[in-house]
């Protein structure tokens, strides 16, 4: 069997869909996290999927009005006006 990369172009609508799954299981495990009502494992595992979702679309947390970020607010789009991205202090 031989390694092969699979590619698929997604349209904005179809990755704002993704996001949409994002943002639903990341509020399954912050429920999760708070009630412990289920195995420890699967919340890991949905976990993990919701960080390669995030991961692999680049979804952002939402800028304040401050310009700080917003991580337990839903991410948005990486294009999104509001799309926080960390912007290093000049060294004085």
Known sequence: MTDKTVKTELTRDEVVELLNVYI?????C???????????GKIRKLQDMSY???????????????????????????????????VPKEDQ
Do not use: C
């Open 52 to 86: 390669t979702l995030k991961n692999l679309f680049d979804f952002r947390p939402m800028t304040d009005s401050e310009g700080s970020p917003n991580h337990w607010r839903p991410y948005v789009m990486p294009d999104d006006e509001r799309a926080w991205y960390h």
């Open 30 to 40: 912050t429920d999760f996290q708070e009630i412990f009502d289920t195995d420890l």
């Open 24 to 28: 639903i299981m990341d509020e399954i």
